[in-house]
């Protein structure tokens, strides 16, 4: 069974940073695209960051120029190292295939920011 498991969630203060990790079993990590997504309260889930199999990276408006994607293919883990937060950022992350699997969708790590 395909574990994707995220860490390295908390409460931060705005302007702080956190990193984000998913470690995943899947033996075919390497040459997936994976993202990052996120669930605020009382929101849809939305896509937040992609990294292709090659590295080519692509975010949504609201977190370019602050946050970055990166994977590790050895370790099989993606990354998310998330800078100047900002209270609209308080959400549930998760991480998944781009485009995600139903069956992958793991429990998530939750990000606090205060004001």
């Known amino acids: 069974q395909v574990q994707l498991v995220e860490s390295g969630g908390g409460l931060v203060q705005t302007g702080g940073s956190l990193r984000l990790s998913c470690a995943t079993s899947l033996s075919i990590f390497s040459i997936i695209d994976m993202s990052w997504y996120r669930q605020a309260p009382g929101k849809q889930r939305e896509l937040v960051a992609t990294?292709?199999?090659?590295?080519?990276?692509n975010y949504i408006d609201s977190v370019k120029g602050r946050f970055i994607i990166s994977r590790d293919n050895v370790k099989k883990t993606v990354y998310l190292q998330m800078n100047s937060l900002k209270p609209e950022d308080t959400a549930v992350y998760y991480c998944?295939?781009?485009?995600?699997?139903?069956?992958?969708w793991g429990q998530g790590t939750q990000v606090t920011v205060s004001s």
């Open positions: 998944n295939r781009f485009p995600p699997r139903d069956a992958y």
């Open positions: 990294i292709t199999s090659d590295g080519t990276t």
